[in-house]
C-alpha cells in the first residue's frame, strides 16, 4: 500500500511538473487543456495499472507489466478515438503528452515494484 502511494505521488509531481513547465510558454489555451487532461488521465491510470501490477511482482513480473502495458495501450486508444473527439482537444498534442507522461512515468515503476 505504501508503495502505491509514493509511485502515484511521484507520478503525480513529475506528470505536474512537467505539464506546468510545458505549458507555461504555450500561447494556445486549447493545447494547455489537452496537455493538462492528458496528464489527469496519466495520473490516474499510472495508479490503477501500478496497483494491478503489484500483485504479480512475486510470481510473474512479466505478467504484471506486460498486463499494465496493455492498459495503457487500451487507455491511449480510447483517448484517441473516444476521448479526444468528445472533449474536442488537439489530437497531435493530447495524444504526444498523454505518452510522454506515460513513458516518463514507467521509467520510476519499477523501482517501486521491487517485493
Do not use: H, K
Request: hydrophobic share 60%.
Amino acid at each position: 500500500m505504501r508503495r502505491g502511494v509514493a509511485f502515484t505521488a511521484l507520478a503525480a509531481c513529475l506528470v505536474g511538473g512537467i505539464a506546468w513547465l510545458v505549458t507555461r510558454r504555450l500561447a494556445d489555451p486549447r493545447a494547455v487543456e489537452a496537455i493538462w487532461t492528458s496528464a489527469g488521465i496519466a495520473v490516474v491510470v499510472q495508479a490503477l495499472t501500478f496497483a494491478v501490477a503489484r500483485p504479480f511482482v512475486t510470481s510473474n513480473p512479466i505478467a504484471g507489466w506486460g498486463l499494465g502495458s496493455l492498459i495503457r495501450f487500451a487507455v491511449v486508444v480510447g483517448y484517441a478515438l473516444l476521448g479526444i473527439p468528445a472533449l474536442g482537444l488537439p489530437s497531435g498534442t493530447a495524444l504526444v503528452s498523454l505518452v510522454g507522461f506515460f513513458f516518463v512515468t514507467m521509467l520510476f515503476e519499477p523501482l517501486f515494484l521491487r517485493s
